[in-house]
């Protein structure tokens, strides 16, 4: 079965732009759950969504949004990209909110 | 609130020794316990939960941990380690009725030939 898959793996962008990050749940997982690893922060959870229904979300500004599609499949949006933005996000899934979540392979974000 | 504490950033043991990845944990009712392990530039990898039932969980690649209500610890434990376990590992924690992980800061650890 194969595992999360995370695109891109690598995005380099500036700031004031926005960007779409995308994430392949394991087939058969419909909760999604993203996180913002950094350094300084470690990992944050941004939010989850079950059933494209966003059921938590973090701490984090209105330009961080997200979205899943009737497949489970996830996207997450950050706009008006900021250089603390530049991060490792992390995409999980799982079975329900119950199960232990999977992780994806990240995608990389540096901000210029 | 939820959140956990991993006291420390790194542990350090020799290859053959007992290894031990402290956690504590702050929840209001009963938790959801988690350990995952990260390797460099790569996603966290599963290494075992606790929901209910014995407090000493058996996971993945001979690792366990004993869960400790009274203490609110979920300590990860392995028998004998090896330098393949050098890794990041963090402690996470989800309460029964919520959705998000609340992960600890990480740990770093090192197995030294």
């Known amino acids: 079965k194969a595992g999360v898959t995370q695109t891109p793996r690598y995005l380099i962008k500036t700031r004031g732009q926005q960007v779409t990050l995308s994430c392949s749940p394991i087939s058969g997982h419909r909760s999604v759950s993203w996180y913002q690893q950094t350094p300084g922060q470690g990992l944050q959870f941004l939010f989850e969504y079950f059933s494209e229904t966003q059921r938590n979300k973090g701490n984090f500004p209105g330009r961080f949004s997200g979205r899943q599609f009737s497949n489970s499949r996830s996207e997450m949006n950050v706009s008006t990209l900021e250089l603390g933005d530049s991060a490792l996000y992390l995409c999980?899934?799982?079975?329900?909110?119950?199960?232990?979540?999977?992780f994806g392979p990240g995608t990389r974000l540096t901000v210029l | 609130a939820q959140s956990v504490a991993q006291p420390e950033d790194q542990v350090n043991v020799a290859e053959g020794n007992p290894l031990t990845v402290k956690c504590t944990y702050s929840v209001s009712g009963n938790p959801y316990l988690f350990w995952y392990v990260q390797y460099p530039n790569r996603g966290l990898q599963f290494l075992l939960k606790?929901?209910?039932?014995?407090?000493l969980v058996k996971g993945s690649y001979g690792f366990e941990a004993e869960f400790n209500k009274s203490q609110t610890s979920f300590h990860l434990k392995k028998p004998s380690a090896l330098v393949s376990d050098s890794a990041l590992y963090f402690c996470?924690?989800?309460?029964?009725?919520?959705?998000?992980?609340?992960f600890g800061k990480g740990t770093s650890l090192l197995v030294t030939p």
């Open positions: 999980a899934s799982s079975w329900t909110s119950e199960n232990e979540q999977f």
């Open positions: 606790y929901i209910t039932g014995d407090n």
């Open positions: 996470a924690v989800r309460s029964y009725s919520g959705y998000a992980l609340n």
